[in-house]
């Protein structure tokens, strides 16, 4: 069994920078894809990055440029680094790990202020 905590949510004004931290429990985190998702009040969850086990990564077009996704395969931990982060990033942000099945954290609210 598999458990996702995510930590490093919160308020902060435009312009200013989060970092979301997704830390797993088990022995497959370093095999596993690994991606940030976001899902806001009335829409669908959408894929913001993601990141394989050799350190691919891939993001939505939406935050090209300003988010950076990395992995600690020591430590079982993804990062999503959010910078110039803009009021339509407002979300709750979900980890998720996929292998053979695919595994959610609990989510963390990220907030941006005009």
């Known amino acids: 069994q598999v458990q996702l905590m995510e930590s490093g949510g919160g308020l902060v004004q435009a312009g200013g920078s989060l970092r979301l931290s997704c830390a797993a429990s088990g022995s497959i985190f370093s095999l596993s894809v690994m991606g940030w998702y976001r899902q806001a009040p009335g829409k669908q969850r959408e894929l913001v990055a993601s990141?394989?086990?050799?350190?691919?990564?891939a993001y939505a077009d939406s935050v090209k440029g300003r988010f950076t996704i990395s992995r600690d395969n020591a430590k079982n931990t993804v990062y999503l680094q959010m910078n110039t982060l803009k009021p339509e990033d407002t979300a709750v942000y979900y980890c998720?790990?996929?292998?053979?099945?695919?595994?959610w954290g609990q989510g963390t609210q990220v907030t941006v202020s005009s």
């Open positions: 998720n790990l996929r292998a053979v099945l695919n595994f």
């Open positions: 990141i394989t086990s050799g350190g691919y990564t």
